[in-house]
């Protein structure tokens, strides 16, 4: 009876803390970069190249993730694009995006690069970079947009 009950217990606990596990995901720039703070209007300007410099006259260099289920998800619902719109917007816009494979390569551009901004899952975080406030919001807050 008290094993049941254990089990029971473990299992409820399993399924309400599971969403404090999901993938958070953080916009990180070259500790370099003055900016703090973006609206997520204007991350998505910065997304889509609609925006190509930063305040300061650097070029913008957008790092993403070759692979990243998580990030595309977000990015998708960031522009609000569909699964499809998203593969064909990434396709047309190859040239102006750099492509990496992990969070440390993502982290390695980001260091090297003044301009650089990237997305990394929040446990690859160092002070190697700045983490980037979304409209005031840092990551794992309520209402971080990038997540």
Known sequence: MRVRFAIRVLGFLSLCLTPCFAHHTAVVVNKD???ENLTSAHLVK???????KWPDGRSILLVLHNDSVGETETLERLNKMTAAEWKSFVEAHRE?????ATDADVLKVVQSEPGAIGMIDVHSVDN????????????????YLPH
């Open 33 to 35: 970069n003055a900016v």
């Open 46 to 52: 910065i997304v889509r190249g609609e925006v190509k």
């Open 96 to 100: 102006s995006i750099l492509f990496v």
């Open 128 to 143: 190697s970079i700045n983490v980037v406030h979304v409209d005031g919001k840092l990551p794992m807050e309520f209402g």
